[in-house]
């Protein structure tokens, strides 16, 4: 499908931004950086994205889910998805993690936009489902998130291949209120910034609540 957006959507003048550069790329060179497979025949790379495959398309930047089932599709139907990925696919590159995870804090410039991660994903993942645990726990497995032991639920699903995200809460009761945590894969640094982890999860969050 071809993406659309309000004229006066915010989000408007960077990605015309990123799909300026976006065609001065070598898709070959995307591949190799990226890992995402370019077929030259249909003109596009296969993305994986929260757990559902994708054809994004190279020069003109189009996103096609190949998924069969009709759940809810972030990629097809998010903005702030696409320009995501478009910028992964300009800049980013594929890293091996170790297996260890890092808090927000940890990852380079996370004390700067703590604040502003905390309100709009740990907050929000908590309040939101702080209270619904089973809730939670149905979300994420119908995004192909796998249960790990943390927390009164926790959860690990991956942006793409080899990047992932933890998402561990704890349910509320008279005495404290419920809260959160959110890990990421040690590779995350590597490859984004900050301010993109904010807006990773507020992703996942968003399509949490479709689903």
Partial sequence: MNIEYEKDNKERVPFEHYKEEYVKKDPQEISIRTGFP????????????????????????????????????????????????????????????????????????????????SGRCMARLAFSYGNRIETFRQALERMGAKMIKAGDAGYEIELFDGFSIRFQIWSGDEEFPPSSQILFSDNFPAAFHAEDLVVACDIIIGTMRKM
């Fill in 38 to 117: 370019f077929s030259e025949e249909k003109q596009c790379f296969t993305v994986k994205f929260l757990g559902k495959d994708y054809e994004v398309g190279f020069p003109e930047f189009t996103v096609k889910c190949i998924q069969e089932d009709s759940s809810f599709s972030p990629l097809s139907e998010m903005t702030a998805a696409q320009i995501l990925v478009i910028r992964f696919l300009i800049e980013g590159c594929r890293v091996s993690g170790t297996g260890k995870f890092l808090t927000y804090r940890e990852v380079p410039w996370g004390e700067v936009y703590y604040r502003q991660f």
